[in-house]
């Protein structure tokens, strides 16, 4: 079935480090992998996304990287800042029936 | 602001009872996608609209039933309310059908059932 997998649930960094989100899924046929921010209370906000014609994006201090092979992409956020805190979510399109599956969601805490 | 809205902001209601979520896209928008989110929980998508016409189902329950209109509005109804029902309702708008395309979310309904 459709499935995508999100490591860890929970993330807690130092202001200033590095914050790494993996995301595993199931169709190797997926084309396309979206990541979402989402502040309390708040809707979900896409931040960065990427497809399967490329294997790195990035935007300032958020990068996506994807392997096709391992069925595996990443979000990585360099220089933490408080602003940053909130929880993450990946998708991946899944071509059967065209519709976006989410991770289960990481909640990171950047601690001042 | 995403330019998708969503009335109203908090429904508060009881078991057993029926309401309806309205969800209007982004202007030029032709999809409309609901998700529910459960407290701690992520998004589950429920259903998608293309032009007026049922393009995708999730896991959306049988009380439930959604429409889009030929402004593109789009309603969502829930009927028969359990108390497990109490969640975040978002709907997503996009351009096209296919899903590919970014989905922007709007503020959300939140569904109190007591």
């Keep these: 079935g459709e499935n995508v997998e999100q490591h860890p649930s ?9 914050a790494v989100i993996k995301c595993t899924y199931s169709d190797s046929a997926s084309n396309y ?8 209370g708040k809707r979900p906000q896409l ?9 790195e994006k990035k935007d300032q201090r958020i990068a996506v990287t994807l392997n096709k092979t391992a069925k595996h992409f990443s979000l990585h956020i360099t220089e933490t800042q408080p602003e940053d805190s909130a929880v993450y979510f990946c998708a991946a399109l899944f071509l059967n029936d065209y519709k976006l599956s989410f991770g289960a969601g990481t909640t990171v805490t950047v601690r001042a | 602001d995403s330019g ?7 429904l508060i209601t009881a078991t057993g009872q029926r309401v309806t979520l309205r969800c209007s896209p982004r202007s030029g928008d032709l999809s409309v996608y609901w998700y529910q989110q459960s407290l701690d929980q992520g998004l589950q998508f429920l259903i998608q609209y293309y032009n007026g016409e049922e393009r995708a189902k999730g896991n ?8 889009q209109f030929p402004d593109l509005h789009s309603e969502l109804n829930l009927s ?6 109490s969640a975040l309702y978002f709907c997503a708008s996009s351009v096209v059908a296919g899903g590919g395309d970014t989905q922007y ?9 007591l």
């Design chain 1, 10 to 18: 929970t993330l807690s960094v130092q202001e200033g480090d590095s």
């Design chain 1, 33 to 40: 992998f979206p990541w979402y921010k989402q502040e309390l």
């Design chain 1, 47 to 55: 931040i960065i996304d990427i497809r399967s014609n490329v294997g």
């Design chain 2, 4 to 10: 998708v809205t969503q009335t109203p902001k908090h």
């Design chain 2, 60 to 67: 959306i329950l049988e009380r439930f039933s959604a429409q």
């Design chain 2, 80 to 85: 028969s309310l359990e108390l497990g029902d």
């Design chain 2, 105 to 113: 979310f709007g503020p959300g309904t939140r569904l109190t059932v």
